[in-house]
């Protein structure tokens, strides 16, 4: 394969980099770093908990602080990005998220661990799209690109199945601080490889001033979304506080907009999220992560609750779904992204793995885990990886390189959005539909051993009722993925983008009717 990716007349993107594929290999560590995060920690809040004497009510902040500074600041993280230089950005996000899961490690009561939390999300708003963003202006070349996002994503896909794993483990068998020191090593490993192999192509900064009312009303806006559906799960969808919380995002996010329209240099130009295709990205990855987080969150209590698994077998039991995202993602995706539209990736995808969550809609109690389990999270994996690697490729393609870190903040916002919407709503099916079954049944059981099966019975049946509905979305996402998603296979070997602001793709992809 040539070293060179062909220079597009005004384009800042001239020779591919030679060490373009070993600074792949730092930038997919620190996406590991971040994805197992997610999930490791809650493996371990229960111990964490104890030793901390963190309060029932206050527990869920061990998640919060981190979801609210994460999802509110990731857009000023990728503009951040886009001014300082992404290589700059990265090596710094991961200092900082080092140093913070240090102090989480050491944490000794409950407000040194959620300002710890905080800081994690703060520096991880930073890294994750300066690593994405590097992958889209180190990667030019259509055939090197789709197998670049192919790791990228069956890395962003897989990672939080591997967390359940290696938080079980880390719980089980050493201390559940460990989850925190544990990215340490990974943090350095990626910095220091960074720092000496990331070379970013010259001229993609955005060096515009920074857009302060932008910032604070994206920031304002973001967080209070996302704590509004935080919200919503602890405390109801009727509480005041939560419609507080959503009319106060509404207003910020529409105040933002208006302003991201009238100023000279916004923190995101409304063209990167109202091209068709990215936006169509946005949206079906976001729906898309609402039905994985139901899945993770279900599936998780479902075997340890119902079926009685220890927290490392739960993590082993959720391997075929990483073996089905990888091998969607590099197999399946990388070989057909050059040979087909991506929506006949993504479609496709999205409708696969609503097959498989449609498999776990007949979960019972004594139901199998070969005959039931494996075929639904080897579908789930597998249509979750061919869809995720063409979704992360198109999110950025053809946009300016000095708009790269935003449009890349955007696929991250899209995903922390989508969690936290699915945490929750779906989190308030599922409590909704077992209340109503024990309501019915609990009078007809007389023993405790009764009783015990009722309850269990109604886990079972909050959690199909929010699976289904979990199958509707995947189904929504699918559809909106073939109908809004319109461009070709990448035809030729470069995305460049113009030095006048209107992105294009050179040469002009096939636009699929």
């Known amino acids: 394969m040539s070293e060179t990716a062909a220079k597009a007349p005004g384009s800042a993107l001239g020779a591919a980099d030679p060490n373009r594929w070993k600074a792949l290999a730092f930038i997919a560590?620190?996406?590991?770093?971040?994805?197992?995060?997610?999930?490791?920690?809650?493996?371990?809040?229960?111990s964490a908990q104890q030793d901390l004497g963190i309060s029932d009510g206050n527990r869920q902040w061990v998640v919060t602080?981190?979801?609210?500074?994460?999802?509110?600041?990731?857009?000023?993280?990728?503009?951040?990005?886009?001014?300082?230089?992404?290589?700059?950005?990265?090596?710094?996000?991961?200092?900082g998220f080092a140093a913070a899961s240090a102090l989480g490690g050491a944490a000794t009561n409950e407000a040194m661990m959620f300002g710890a939390r905080a800081l994690q999300g703060a520096f991880g708003a930073l890294l994750a799209p300066a690593a994405l963003s590097l992958l889209a202006v180190m990667f030019t070349d259509a055939k090197e690109r789709?197998?670049?996002?192919?790791?990228?994503?069956?890395?962003?896909?897989?990672?939080?199945?591997?967390?359940?794993?290696?938080?079980?483990?880390?719980?089980?068998?050493?201390?559940?601080?460990?989850?925190?020191?544990?990215?340490?090593?990974?943090?350095?490993?990626?910095?220091?490889?960074?720092?000496?192999?990331?070379?970013?192509?010259?001229?993609?900064?955005?060096?515009?001033?920074?857009?302060?009312?932008?910032?604070?009303?994206?920031?304002?806006?973001?967080v209070a979304l996302v704590y509004g559906f935080t919200r919503a799960e602890s405390d109801g969808w009727s509480d005041a506080t939560t419609i507080g919380?959503?009319?106060?995002?509404?207003?910020?996010?529409?105040?933002?907009?208006?302003?991201?329209?009238?100023?000279?240099?916004?923190?995101?130009?409304?063209?990167?999220?109202?091209?068709?295709?990215?936006?169509?990205?946005?949206?079906?990855?976001?729906l898309a992560i609402i039905a994985m987080f139901g899945l993770f969150l279900f599936l998780t209590y479902y075997l340890q609750i119902v079926k009685g698994y220890s927290?490392?077998?739960?993590?082993?039991?959720?391997?075929?779904?990483?073996?089905?995202?990888?091998t969607g993602s590099t197999q399946i995706g990388t070989r057909l992204m050059t040979r087909v539209a991506p929506r006949l990736l993504m479609g496709p995808g999205f409708l696969v793995a609503a097959l498989g969550m449609l498999l776990l809609t007949q979960l019972e109690i004594g139901s199998s885990y070969a005959a039931l389990l494996l075929p639904a999270m080897l579908l789930l994996g597998l249509g979750m990886g061919t869809a995720f690697m063409p979704a992360m490729s198109l999110a950025t393609l053809g946009v300016k390189p000095q708009?790269?870190?935003?449009?890349?903040?955007?696929?991250?916002?899209?995903?922390?959005?989508?969690?936290?919407i699915g945490t929750a709503l779906l989190n308030t099916i599922a409590a909704s539909a077992t209340t109503s079954y024990i309501d019915d049944h609990i009078a007809g059981a007389s023993s405790r051993s009764q009783q015990q099966l009722v309850?269990?019975?109604?886990?079972?049946?909050?959690?199909?009722?929010?699976?289904?509905?979990?199958?509707?979305?995947?189904?929504?996402?699918?559809?909106?993925?073939?109908?809004?998603i319109n461009a070709g296979r990448p035809g030729g070997t470069a995305v460049a983008s113009s030095e006048e602001g209107a992105e294009e793709e050179l040469p002009v992809p096939v636009v699929a009717h």
Request: glycine share 14%; no cysteine.
């Open 311 to 326: 927290p490392v077998k739960t993590g082993f039991a959720f391997l075929p779904m990483i073996a089905g995202m990888i």
């Open 455 to 484: 309850q269990a019975q109604g886990l079972v049946q909050g959690y199909t009722a929010a699976i289904w509905f979990a199958v509707g979305i995947l189904v929504a996402a699918a559809l909106i993925a073939l109908t809004l």
């Open 29 to 46: 560590i620190a996406q590991l770093m971040v994805v197992l995060d997610a999930t490791i920690v809650n493996i371990a809040l229960p």
């Open 403 to 420: 708009d790269a870190g935003v449009a890349s903040a955007m696929v991250n916002t899209s995903q922390q959005v989508g969690g936290a």
């Open 146 to 222: 789709a197998k670049a996002f192919g790791i990228y994503g069956a890395i962003a896909g897989g990672g939080g199945a591997v967390g359940l794993i290696l938080g079980g483990f880390l719980t089980e068998y050493l201390d559940w601080r460990w989850t925190f020191f544990v990215n340490i090593p990974f943090a350095i490993v990626a910095a220091l490889g960074a720092w000496y192999v990331i070379r970013e192509p010259q001229g993609s900064r955005n060096r515009s001033t920074l857009d302060i009312p932008g910032v604070i009303l994206s920031t304002l806006g973001l």
């Open 65 to 95: 602080a981190y979801a609210l500074a994460f999802g509110g600041l990731l857009l000023f993280g990728g503009r951040i990005a886009d001014l300082w230089g992404r290589k700059r950005a990265f090596v710094v996000g991961l200092g």
């Open 245 to 286: 919380m959503f009319v106060a995002s509404g207003v910020l996010l529409l105040a933002f907009v208006i302003v991201e329209a009238r100023v000279k240099a916004p923190l995101l130009p409304l063209r990167v999220v109202t091209e068709r295709n990215r936006g169509g990205v946005y949206l079906s990855l976001g």
